[in-house]
């Protein structure tokens, strides 16, 4: 499906018991990166980022990132930072009640009116908890937007 439509759809229908129904739930917030032991049980998550300003951008298909059983979506990232040699990275600022605050990805930073959203795409709902609250359920899905931002008043 054609990502603006998708986004719109989204958008549109996302409310928060719909979006948390199949994949990700808020949790208690996690900003670290996880500690990952032998034992640690992995599971597979994807993410990828896109961005609909205009312009190149180094973005994001689909990229596998493997992570501990209920993590975060920040872990999910930092963890992809770490391991995919380059091509995901991110910057945040971390604040006391909304927990961590994605401001840039892969050198682009939020701009007026462009911002990044994050949508989980196993119902392709925009995401109503922080990315410390998101926690994923495998082969869950998270998909950084770089898009407008609509003021709704
Ligand atoms: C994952 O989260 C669910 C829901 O809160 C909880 O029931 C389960 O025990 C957690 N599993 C682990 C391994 O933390």
């Known amino acids: ?20 129904a199949n994949g990700a739930f808020c949790g ?24 609909l300003a205009d312009g190149p951008f180094p973005g994001v ?21 770490k391991y995919s040699g380059g091509d995901f990275t991110f910057d945040s600022t971390y604040h006391e009640t909304w927990g961590t605050f994605v401001h840039t990805i892969n050198g682009v930073s939020n701009d007026d009116p462009y911002y990044w959203f994050l949508y989980e795409e196993i119902d392709g709902g925009q995401t109503n908890c922080g990315a410390d ?21």
């Open 61 to 81: 298909d689909l990229l596998q990132v493997k992570a501990p059983v209920n993590a975060s979506v920040t872990q999910i990232m930092m963890l992809a930072q």
């Open 28 to 51: 208690d917030g996690i900003a670290t990166e996880p500690e990952i032991s032998p034992e640690t049980e992995l599971m597979t998550y994807y993410l990828s980022v896109t961005s």
């Open 1 to 20: 499906m054609d990502v603006t439509k998708l986004l719109l759809t989204a958008v549109v229908s996302c409310v928060y018991l719909f979006c948390s």
């Open 133 to 153: 609250f998101v926690r994923a359920r495998e082969n869950d899905h998270f998909h950084w937007v770089y898009e407008k931002y609509v003021y709704h008043y």
